[in-house]
Structure formats: C-alpha cells, structure tokens
C-alpha cells in the first residue's frame, strides 16, 4: 500500500468517526448529520501538512495536538461542526481569528470565495501562510495581529469563526458580521467553555444560543508595547 492510499484511507475513516460523533452529540447541536459539501471538503484536506512532524502517527486521530507556542490543532470533530454552524456559501467571505498551523483556514477556503485569518503569534502566521501557499490555498490571506480585533478592512464578512476560548464576544467582531450573518465562538462560562452560535437578523439584532460543551486554547491578545524602551 502506498502512503498516499494510507493517507486516503485515514481520512475515510475519520469522516466514518466524524459522522458517528455528530450523531452521539445530536441531543447538545440539534444536529444529526453535517453538509456533505464540508465533509468532502475535510477528506480533502491532508492534515497531516498541519501537524508537527512528530505527532505525524496521530494525524487522522480524532483529538487536538500541539502545534507549538502553547496552541493546538483543532479536533477533526470539532472543525467539522464549527464548520458546518456557518452554513459555507461559495458567495462567502469569511473571517477566522486564530490561524494556529491554518487547518481550519485550509477546509473552509474549499467552500467560501475568501478566508481572512488572523494569529496573535508571529511565527504561526508566517508559517500558516507560507504552508497554505505552498498548498495551493490561495484564496486565504493570513495577518499577524490581535484577533479580538477581527480584520476590519475587508468587513464585513458573512461569517465568523474564532478557534480560541474568549472571556466574552469580543464586539469587534460583532461589528464585522453582516446583517444575516453567522458567528461562530468558544466563550468561557461559569469555569467552562460553551461553543456559542452568534446570528445577526437583517435588522442588525444578535440572537446567541448555546451548541456544545467544549475545551480551547484562550483567545490571547499580544504583550503591551514597553514604551520606556523605545529610542527618541
């Protein structure tokens, strides 16, 4: 068997565990099944590029790894739902705040027509934009800044998805979304976190429910500028 139909085969078997997953937690998501358009768009995806050499072996494994810097790779699992909540349009534009490796970046940019994506660590996001260059996912651009900012400049967007635990729904980002659109957020609620779905109505209205229990690396903002240091 050759490693390019062993990697095929992994991620087969991962959807299969996907689909089962989304079933066993249809009583928290109200969902049964997922858009096929997003689960194609996740086999497709070869995440063993966005993982770490050394977790290599566990690529396909339906759990988080460390990617570095203290952030992780997002469960499969969990891409797929945050995925599918946004209701991915080919129309669409949308904003990702935390790029981590790009995973995330790489599956959505398969099912909108613009993904911008912003990570607070300089050297995830110069290495998720040379990764997801060098495979072709050119409708993605990757910015290093705080992502409790959003991207302003290219709002508003169609859709929103933040991929680190915030204390709250940062307002910039609320901001951003169109009238209509979707946002889709990790907030942290008495000591957990709750993935919450964030939808805007046509008249500017913001109507939050809860999803699912979940577990993510914090919403980091960058260190304070120490302007005693800086030259005259």
Avoid at 179 to 200: E, S
């Amino acid at each position: 068997m050759t490693k390019a139909t062993e990697r095929r085969r992994e991620r087969e078997a991962l959807i299969q565990i996907i689909e089962e997953e989304v079933r066993q937690t249809e009583v928290y998501t109200g969902r049964s099944h997922l858009d096929l358009r997003v689960l194609n768009a996740l086999e497709a995806v070869p995440r063993e590029r966005f993982v770490p050499e050394h977790e290599l072996d566990c690529a396909y494994a339906n759990v988080p790894l460390p990617i570095g810097y203290r952030q992780t790779i997002s469960q499969p699992y969990i891409v797929a739902l945050m995925t599918d909540l946004l209701e991915p349009r080919p129309s669409h534009r949308v904003l990702e705040v935390g790029t981590g490796s790009g995973y995330q970046a790489a599956v959505l940019s398969l099912l909108v027509d613009r993904v911008y994506s912003v990570e607070v660590v300089p050297e995830l996001a110069e290495q998720a934009r040379q990764r997801l260059s060098d495979l072709g996912y050119g409708n993605v651009d990757v910015r290093q800044s705080d992502g409790n900012q959003g991207w302003p400049e290219h709002g508003p967007y169609d859709s929103i998805i933040v991929t680190a635990g915030a204390r709250d729904v940062p307002q910039a980002l609320v901001e951003q979304l169109k009238p209509g659109g979707r946002l889709v957020i990790p907030v942290d609620a008495n000591a957990h976190q709750m993935l919450k779905l964030i939808r805007k109505d046509e008249a500017g209205g913001v109507h939050s429910a809860d999803v699912l229990p979940v577990a993510f690396v914090p919403l980091v903002e960058p260190p304070p500028v120490d302007i005693t240091r800086r030259g005259k």
